[in-house]
Nanobody, 127 residues
Framework: QVQLGESGGGLVQAGGSLRLSCAASGRTFSTYYMGWFRQAPGKEREFVAAISRSSGNTYYADSVKGRFTISRDNAKNTVYLQMNSLKPDDTAVYYC????????????????????WGQGTQVTVSS
């Protein structure tokens, strides 16, 4: 069983930055594939970013590419999402997700590929 807990959300003006953190339980964090997803009111949950076990591969949604950066610190069992140049359209509840199963790059961008989810953290970007 993997437990995830997000933090770092809040209210920020357009153009600002936030860094989300997701702490994971377990002694084998380095073997987890990790992803960030978001869900805005009235919309489906959508992929934001993902990172492979070794941090060698990262993947981003086109809407955040060049503005967001996903990273992980395996010594701290934590994955981060640095969000810069935030826009009102980025307003959503952000969820981190983990998979202990081997994932292809395609699977890493799909919510169905992840078994474990955090409770989410609200990000609100004002115009």
């Amino acid at each position: 069983q993997v437990q995830l807990g997000e933090s770092g959300g809040g209210l920020v003006q357009a153009g600002g930055s936030l860094r989300l953190s997701c702490a994971a339980s377990g002694r084998t964090f380095s073997t987890y594939y990790m992803g960030w997803f978001r869900q805005a009111p009235g919309k489906e949950r959508e992929f934001v970013a993902a990172i492979s076990r070794s941090s060698g591969n990262t993947y981003y949604a086109d809407s955040v590419k060049g503005r967001f950066t996903i990273s992980r610190d395996n010594a701290k069992n934590t994955v981060y999402l640095q969000m810069n140049s935030l826009k009102p359209d980025d307003t959503a509840v952000y969820y981190c997700a983990a998979s202990i199963a081997i994932m292809t790059s395609t699977m890493m961008s799909r919510a169905s590929g992840y078994r474990y989810w955090g409770q989410g953290t609200q990000v609100t970007v004002s115009s």
